[in-house]
Structure formats: C-alpha cells, structure tokens
C-alpha cells in the first residue's frame, strides 16, 4: 500500500471519528438517563407508578406539617394570655347558635320548627339597635344570653366571685338580699358532676356575694340525697343560689314545686369545666339531654327565659 493511499486513510479515519463524536453528542442531548444524571427533572408523564406514588406522599406529608404548624399558630395564639379560651367568650348571637345546635342534638326526632320553639332567644345586634333607637314600634326581649365577653380571664372557680362582680352587677346585687320565699333562689347554678357542685357551694357561700342578708346556697345531686330530702329542706329554707347537676335540678323543677322561678334571675350553665376525659357538661349525651330538656326546657323556665326575665349564663 503506498504512502500517500495511507495518508488518506488516515484523514478518513479522522473525519469518522469527528462525526461520530458528533452523533454521541447528540444523541445525548435526547438520552433521559444523561439529563437526570445532570440533575434536570424528568418529566411527570414519564414517571414510573411508584415514583409517582411517592410524590403524592411527599406532597401529601408537606400539607400535613403546613396544617399542624398552622394549627400550632392558632393554638398559640389563643393562649397568648397563658390559658385556654373558653367557648363562653363568644358574643351571645354565637353563643345562641351552639346552644340551638346542642339542643338539635338533645331532640333529635323534633323537626326545625318544633325546635325554633325550644330555642333561647337572642336579638341580632341590628334588632337591639332598633329596641332602643325606636321603643315606641319596635318590641324586642332583652337578652336571653348574657353577654360576658368583657371577662378576659380564665372562667375558673378561682374567678368566679370576681366574674359574678364584673360581669354580672345585678346578680350580685340580688345575691346580697335577703330571700323572701322559701325554695325561691334567683340563681341557678347548673354543673355536670356531685364533686363540682360541692365546689361551686363552697364559692357562692362568699361574703363577697352573699353579704350579711344573702340567702342559703342549697347543694342539690343525687348522690347521697333522696328527692323527698330536698323537697322537704328547699320547702323550710330561704335559699339565694340553688348550685346542682342537671339531673336533680330537673327533677325538681318539673316533678316537684319545691324549686320555684318566681324569684329567678339567672341560670349560669358551667361550660368550661372539663372533667377528666377533657369533656365539658355539654359533651356528655346524658347531661346535655338534662340540661335542654328538663332545667331549659321546663315549661316554666323557658317561658320566664321567652319574657326576659331570666338569664343565661355560659361560664
């Protein structure tokens, strides 16, 4: 082979090579395996099922952190005041909605408008507007459900004589009187447990409230007493404040005429107690019940309440 045929040879290999050189580059230009090992994203609809899957649960993990951090955010600043807020601090137009929503639960089988007539009473603020810009043509009830937002404290028993004080002047001022009839308090103090009553007595005995003429604080639960006990005790006794669980205050309103609404003013309905299970009186099937159907629900209580002449009080 002479000289020259090999020097063309040569410039013919070279001239290959450069184009396959060429060809390589390009084709990995187009070679997913080379993109994703230069860090680029593969496109989705190229994905397998499982790298698709895991993908949801990434995506699927990062909303749930976002919604634990937010929920983190909210608790936090709730209890910026260093406890936790209670449901009794909304306004009373709030307060009468979840009022009416427990009470849908305590009637189950009672259709909207059967209920509308159980409901407690509460004037938006625009017919509260009204009352007093026009009493001449516009006949509006007070509230039925006392306004407390003013209280920004805890609603303990610690509190409480302090919140009746505030809050509520003219209970207190009632409370310092002396009773005129037997088995007539002017408040009613409803809590969801024996323990809690006996706790709630010890407070409303305060001089604070009673002064030197206010009435006896009865103790009314089932545990321990018969009804016919505190028929006969609240019949001979001049009381202020009759402090009981659901079950017993029911009775004796609605089974007896020992416990009176003649001089009732308020109800005070103790909300933000939680038990041990974290359960409030109103989360428990049984008390609720007894509370919507025979304290509230006593045909001579929720008429006073319809009138305006009793209160209720989420503390």
């Not at 099922?49 to 909210?74: S, V, W």
């Not at 017919?127 to 007070?142: D, K, L, R, V």
């Not at 409230?209 to 609240?234: I, M, Q």
């Not at 209580?301 to 002449?309: D, S």
Request: glycine share 6%.
């Amino acid at each position: 082979m002479s000289g020259d045929a090999l020097e063309d040879n040569l410039l013919l290999d070279h001239d290959i090579l450069a184009l396959s050189d060429e060809g390589d580059a390009s084709s990995d230009e187009h070679d997913p395996m080379s993109a994703q090992s230069e860090g680029l994203e593969e496109p989705e609809s190229s994905k397998t099922p499982n790298l698709l899957q895991n993908d949801k649960k990434r995506k699927r993990r990062e909303k749930e952190r976002e919604k634990f951090k937010e929920k983190k955010k909210r608790k936090l600043a709730a209890n910026e005041s260093g406890f936790e807020r209670s449901i009794a601090d909304q306004s009373p137009q709030d307060l009468a909605e979840y009022l009416s929503a427990l009470q849908a639960k305590a009637f189950p089988k009672m259709s909207a408008i059967e209920l509308g007539d159980l409901h407690i009473p509460c004037p938006s603020p625009l017919s509260t507007f009204f009352s007093f810009a026009a009493p001449s043509t516009h006949c509006f009830p007070a509230h039925s459900i006392a306004d407390t937002s003013i209280w920004t404290g805890p609603r303990t028993l610690d509190n409480l004589v302090d919140f009746v004080v505030k809050v509520l002047p003219n209970l207190r001022l009632r409370l310092s009187q002396r009773s005129k009839t037997s088995g007539a308090p002017t408040l009613i103090f409803v809590a969801g447990a024996a323990l809690r009553v006996v706790d709630v007595t010890r407070v409303l005995k305060d001089n604070k409230l009673r002064g030197e003429k206010g009435g006896e604080v009865a103790k009314l639960f089932a545990k321990h007493f018969k009804l016919a006990e505190h028929v006969t005790y609240l019949r001979r006794t001049k009381v202020g404040s009759a402090v009981g669980t659901p079950g017993r205050i029911g009775k004796l309103l609605c089974e007896t005429d020992a416990l009176t609404v003649s001089a009732l003013s308020h109800i005070i309905l103790d909300v933000s107690f939680r038990d041990a299970k974290k359960r409030s009186m109103l989360d428990i099937p049984e008390t609720r019940d007894e509370v919507f159907k025979t304290v509230l629900g006593a045909p001579k209580v929720l008429q006073a309440i319809k009138e305006g002449k009793i209160q209720v009080v989420l503390f």
